[in-house]
């Protein structure tokens, strides 16, 4: 499977959140490859924080920040059981390669009121991609979501009966996630972490049961 993670808008949890199904797949034995189409390169700094910090690589990064992605990305796919695309903030031809790429399109957003319509400028360009490739699957992923937040909850379940609709699982707002990025770590390799893991699990889970 192809999974790309697309939104226009900076600062969503595109970078990280790839990064962690990634990683959540490769503890399972899967062979990954991320591909970072971002200019700013944040999942290769990452990976290179990483090697020196002396820690076992865990799926390749590729940097690819032109806009043939989707020409290229069944070479990339051959030998790997998924590929999982970082999305650019910058660039739309990048994420339109990324979209004729994927066989899924999540789109992170932060349950806020301005987040959700943020997203607007990708699901135009979504609906787009969906007319020549209309197996091309798309969801919404909530991120930082605040424990309790009566807006969140709201804006939740507004979501769910959107189109597209948000995935089940959830990610929380979470400092854990801060702290694994500077150290080239992912949550389930950070101490007191275990509630972050287990909503990385549960996502990169139900992206595998969506692609079947
Ligand atoms: N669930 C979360 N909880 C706390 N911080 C988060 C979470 N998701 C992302 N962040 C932080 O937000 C910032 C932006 O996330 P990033 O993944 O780089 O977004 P994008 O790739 O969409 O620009 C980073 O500093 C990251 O560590
Ligand atoms: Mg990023």
Redesign the pocket.
Known sequence: MIVA?L?H???????????HVAGAWAAQGKRIVVVDT?SQG?ALDWSEQRTKEGLPRLFDVLELVHDTLHAEASEIARDAHHVVI??S?HSAALMRSAMLAADLALV?AQPSPFDGWAAGETLRLLQEAQRFRPQLTARFVL???VARSLIASEIAAVLAKHDPPALAAR????????D???TGRLVSEMPRSEP?AREVAALAAEIERIAR
Not at 11 to 17: A, P, R
Not at 171 to 178: D, E, L, P
């Open positions: 993670f939104n808008k900076g600062g969503v949890g595109k970078t990280t959140l790839a990064l971002d944040s970082d999305g903030s992170p991120n930082r979501c990610i929380g707002q979470r400092v854990a996630f801060g694994a990025a500077r972050a």
